[in-house]
């Protein structure tokens, strides 16, 4: 599919109108996704790696934003994680899925968690 090429191998995060790999998907461009912090042409460059790193990013990291500031409100990672270009899906795909839809979302961290604080009202 055309619109894979712009996609994370590791995560399916959409990275248009930058191609991770290039336009052929042989040469890499070192991006680094915004979502699970992957850097392109360095850890993704096998199956076997995006499926470790897709493993330890949801079981580990907890879907942790590598740029929390870039996270979309509306973001879904059911949804993301079933775009991962084929070539790149894994067996344990679903499984990962329903291990973070069990944990639930992970509290803020850092400055997101001051975002998250009811001011009191005056």
């Not at 930058?18 to 912090?37: M, R, S, V």
Request: charged content about 30%; some cysteine; glycine content about 8%.
């Amino acid at each position: 599919m055309v619109e894979d090429k712009f996609k994370c191998r590791v995560c399916g995060l959409s990275q248009f109108p930058d191609l991770p790999w290039g336009e052929d998907g042989q040469d890499p461009t070192y991006f680094i996704c915004a979502c699970c912090g992957v850097e392109a042409g360095y850890e993704d460059d096998g199956l076997q790696n995006c499926l470790f790193i897709r493993q330890h990013w949801v079981e580990i990291r907890r879907c942790e934003w590598f740029a929390p500031k870039e996270r979309p409100v509306d973001w879904d990672m059911a949804v993301q994680i079933r775009g991962i270009p084929l070539a790149y899906k894994g067996a344990d795909d679903e499984r990962l899925i329903q291990t973070y839809l069990d944990a639930g979302e992970p509290s803020p961290k850092g400055l997101a968690a001051l975002s998250a604080v009811e001011k009191p009202s005056r």
